[in-house]
């Protein structure tokens, strides 16, 4: 079966057509980096605009690429949360619209199991597995169970790992996107220059929690108390030791997890499994089988989205025509499950 799989949560319009979950027959991205540079961040009303403007002609190269018509498309699948509200709205519309009048099976996808699944797309991996979901909106550390079955584990309790790097990139003026620019100002830098603190959630429910607030705003606002003798105040080593403490952070909670569930495969997805510093200190585990997406695959794509629809295509799962889109999903996200529990959200 093959499925035509469409990605707009934030500022990458996608498309890609995947055979049975896992061929991968084109694999179409737009990016609008260039768009929001100027502002050092995303700006959801240009991205939604861009994605309105290009959907039509990426999913058109999606075809053309793979040699295909639309009638030799088994289903359509499009993203229909967490994200961008606005951006998510133009590509689920648009597939839904498009599955309706081809008269095709339309499937709404979640993207974080897209984010989980693309690992799955070149390699054969067995649940249950230990997942690291890393992205500039979520950190979840969660148990994978089966395709659609995330039991979470832990999640920030305030801010992404994604959003801490875009964010002290943004304030020392280094560029968007931050993730990138500060991977590679770090491998330049001395991770030892600064002792930046690392949260302490020891106890009870977050025990596999985690929290980048305090780390972003040390970094930001009080780098010289972090300061040790002998280094220089650097950009390169204020990069390097920020993104030692941010793995570091990380991969602590995932050990916790690892031990306590005794699971010994780990499974990355997200915008930050591509970072060459997460990648190296979890390769340092040799006693865990630990899997990344290709760096290709770990940003936004349509690939994970169509790959993830094929399984509910299979198992006989249908979208109805009245699927909206959803911007936040509570239990990602402790701050959020907290809000809803007191009735805030």
């Not at 499994?273 to 794509?301: Q, V, W, Y």
Request: aromatic share 8%; net charge neutral.
């Amino acid at each position: 079966m093959k499925v035509l799989g469409i990605e707009s949560s934030c500022d990458e319009t996608a498309c890609a057509i995947v055979e049975d979950g896992k061929r991968i027959i084109s694999n179409v991205v737009a990016t609008q980096i260039p768009f929001h540079q100027i502002y050092k961040g995303v700006v959801p009303e240009i991205a939604s605009r861009k994605h309105a403007e290009w959907i039509l002609p990426v999913v058109r190269q999606a075809l053309n690429e793979a040699g295909m018509t639309l009638s030799e498309v088994d289903a359509i699948a499009a993203t229909n949360r967490p994200g961008l509200m606005g951006s998510l709205l133009v590509g689920l519309t648009f597939g839904k619209t498009l599955a309706w009048s081809c008269n095709k099976p339309f499937l709404a996808v979640n993207h974080m199991l897209g984010h989980m699944y693309a690992a799955h797309l070149e390699n054969d991996i067995s649940y249950p597995y230990l997942g690291l979901l890393v992205s500039g909106g979520h950190s979840i550390i969660a148990k994978v169970n089966g395709f659609d079955d995330l039991e979470i584990l832990g999640t920030t309790i305030d801010d992404s790992v994604g959003e801490a790097f875009d964010k002290v990139a943004k304030y020392y003026d280094l560029g968007y996107p931050g993730g990138v620019i500060i991977d590679g100002l770090a491998k330049k830098g001395d991770s030892h220059a600064y002792s930046f603190p690392v949260p302490k959630l020891d106890k009870g429910d977050h025990r596999y929690d985690v929290s980048f607030s305090g780390l972003k705003t040390a970094v930001i606002h009080q780098s010289q108390m972090f300061l040790n003798k002998g280094f220089e105040p650097s950009v390169e080593n204020l990069a390097a030791s920020f993104q030692e403490t941010a793995c570091r952070t990380l991969v602590g909670r995932l050990m916790r997890a690892v031990e306590d569930t005794g699971l010994k495969t780990v499974v990355a997805g997200g915008g930050v499994a591509a970072n060459s510093r997460l990648r190296a200190m979890l390769a340092e585990h040799t006693d865990l089988n630990c899997i990344f997406p290709p760096l290709k695959l770990c940003g936004d794509n349509g690939a994970m989205i169509a790959g993830v629809a094929y399984h509910f295509l299979k198992r006989g799962d249908r979208s109805g025509w009245n699927t909206t889109a959803c911007a936040r999903i509570p239990q990602f996200k402790r701050g959020l499950a907290n809000l809803e529990a007191f009735g805030r959200r």
